[in-house]
């Protein structure tokens, strides 16, 4: 267990909808990086934040979008949901100069 | 592009025996590197990083990184069934990052008794 927790576990939209899903960090980790891992395939950076401000993003639409509380929680909000975003979301922890990060246990979610 | 390219796999390690795992990358400025494991049906939980050329060992696990060949492995020695997952390797996207992390699309291992 990494103390890295998502919600939901499991969720189902149609195409055009709204999604968010959040993410609370390890204890003391003040950064958070979300990630999108499709079936078959190594998670894709989304993007970062650290004390609240977005530190750096993938290749991703504006759609994509986020947040960073106090608290180093965090929320990953999609927009305009397409099929291909059906994938598994993995929120990671870390602390600054600390390197890899680790993972929640991931929301899964499929647009119908 | 950067990349980061393993080979997909499955590799077959007889139980007992050493699980050998390559993984390439293109970017020369990478400085972090990263192995996690995944289980089917979950997330990557990390096994090591390494940041200098040369070995660095954990139990069972060895990582082996040459910055002038741009090659990073995990070598897994007396594999055991509960080894049998997907192996990811991972970089840091660039140099002065943490965090950030580009991935291979990982290595599916199955240990055999």
């Known amino acids: 267990e990494t103390g890295v927790t998502q919600s939901p576990t499991h969720l189902i939209k149609t195409r055009g909808q709204q999604v968010t899903l959040r993410c609370s960090s390890q204890s003391g980790h003040n950064t958070v990086s979300w990630y999108q891992q499709a079936l078959g395939q190594g998670p894709q950076f989304i993007f970062q934040?650290?004390?609240?401000?977005?530190?750096g993003r993938g290749n991703f639409p504006p759609r994509f979008s986020g947040l960073q509380f106090p608290n180093y929680s965090s929320e990953l909000n999609v927009n305009a949901l397409e099929l291909d975003d059906s994938a598994l979301y993995l929120c990671?922890?870390?602390?600054?100069?600390?390197?890899?990060?680790?993972f929640g246990p991931g929301t899964r979610l499929l647009v119908l | 592009q950067k990349e980061v390219e393993q080979n997909s796999g499955p590799l077959s390690v007889p139980e007992g025996a050493i699980a050998s795992l390559n993984c390439t990358y293109s970017?020369?400025?990478?400085?972090?590197f990263f192995w996690y494991r995944q289980y089917s049906g979950k997330s990557p939980e990390l096994i090591m990083f390494i940041y200098s050329n040369g070995d660095k060992e954990d139990g069972r696990f060895t990582a082996q990184l040459n910055k002038a060949s741009q090659y990073v492995s995990l070598l897994i020695r007396d594999s055991q069934p509960s080894d049998s997952a997907t192996y990811l390797c991972a970089v840091n996207i660039n140099p002065d990052s943490w965090g950030k992390l580009q991935f291979g699309a990982g290595t599916q291992v199955v240990v055999t008794p």
């Open positions: 934040y650290y004390r609240e401000e977005e530190n």
């Open positions: 970017d020369r400025g990478s400085q972090s």
């Open positions: 990671a922890s870390s602390l600054e100069d600390s390197g890899g990060g680790y």
